[in-house]
């Protein structure tokens, strides 16, 4: 099958489905290139100065890796210029962060977790950058946090870039999953899968089972009925894996089936969790509902969740839907 690049995959899109608008193919075409730019740091690891931390914590009082504040520049500047965004948001960034009055605004906002798995950077394990893409509010002109806060189920494109042993894009313009490998020697993203499909069967979990202790009954019911195996309710074995980088787990699932969950905890009763709804969940949730998976908090999906903050973090069940359907179910 003769392969196409990621510009003429969009170019047929927008030709097929209308749903790509110009500003939109713009914006997606500029974060790849992005990723791109990112891969290329990321890949030369200790040769570029960008391992160990920079010295600084962010939003979440988390110390910041050299590789999370250069990811995050990176994207920043990529975007701004283009005319394609309103504002952007960033894991790496307490406040949403405005176009530059030189340049013209368009009718995207463009929220992101630049570098995901930072835990990761420094012993070469595959980290990624995860992305969302929402509409500006009709008839806004000063772009505020509000303006952030929608519902995942309005996106209007998602993805990741999984730095791994190959640089992959994976992407959702609301009509299934295409993943894009990156051809290093001419610099372009070619088409490698089409319409990706979670299977909704699994026999694989992932979950940092370190957390064990803290969990609420549900989790605890539905992890112990998973390891107690073939002689245990579920009749069939079950094997675990956990990357420790959202992006490497759910690209598995992606492509072999599995069941992802980051629960909320006794750690810290206040604490909904771990992940971001709207740089992690969000984007992540949209991509496996369009792969035929699903997404929830345990109550419901995470699609519909309101923001009420745009660092808010929520619990996270997804992957393959009958074992999504059961830790779900157990909530009830
Ligand atoms: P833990 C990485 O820091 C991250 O945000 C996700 O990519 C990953 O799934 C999770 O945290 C790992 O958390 O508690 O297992 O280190």
């Known amino acids: 099958m003769k392969r196409i690049s990621l510009t003429q995959y969009l170019v047929e899109e927008q030709r ?63 975007n701004e210029w283009g005319g394609h965004l309103a504002a952007m948001a960033s894991e790496e960034m307490e406040h949403i962060h405005l176009i530059p ?26 980290i ?29 494109a998602a993805g990741y870039a999984v730095y791994g042993p190959q640089t992959m894009l994976v992407l959702t313009t609301g009509n299934g999953v295409n993943a894009f490998t990156l051809d290093r020697e001419m610099g372009s993203w070619v088409l490698t899968q089409r319409n990706m499909m979670i299977p909704a069967e699994t026999k694989e979990f992932a979950i940092n089972m370190s957390n064990m202790r803290h969990w609420h009954p549900p989790v605890k019911r539905y992890v112990d009925e998973l390891l107690a195996g073939k002689t245990g309710p579920r ?70 969740i309101q923001p009420t903050k745009l660092h808010q973090r929520v619990p996270v069940f997804l992957g393959s839907r009958q074992e999504v359907e059961v830790v779900t179910g157990y909530h009830q």
């Open 235 to 304: 009749g069939k074995d079950f094997n675990m894996r956990w990357i420790a980088s959202m992006v490497a787990d759910v690209h598995r699932i992606l492509n072999r089936g599995g069941i992802f969950m980051y629960p909320a905890d006794l750690r810290d009763p206040g604490q909904p969790g771990k992940l971001r709804l709207m740089y992690e969940a969000n984007p992540m949730a949209f991509i496996v509902e369009q792969a035929g998976g699903a997404a929830t908090d345990g109550k419901g999906r995470i699609l519909d």
């Open 16 to 78: 097929l489905h209308n749903s790509i608008p110009a500003e939109l193919r713009l914006l997606i075409e500029v974060v790849a290139r992005a990723c791109k730019t990112i891969s290329h740091a990321v890949g030369k690891g200790a040769l570029g100065d960008v391992l160990g931390t920079a010295g600084t914590e962010n939003i979440q009082g988390e110390v910041q890796k050299k590789l999370d504040v250069l990811s995050n520049e990176i994207l920043l500047e990529a």
């Open 101 to 126: 009055n030189r340049y013209p605004k368009g009718e995207y906002m463009l929220v992101f977790d630049p570098l995901d798995g930072s835990s990761n950077i420094d012993v070469n394990v595959s």
């Open 128 to 156: 990624g950058t995860i992305f969302s893409v929402l509409k500006a509010p009709e008839g806004m002109h000063n772009p505020t946090e509000q303006d952030f806060l929608q519902p995942g189920a309005q996106q209007v």
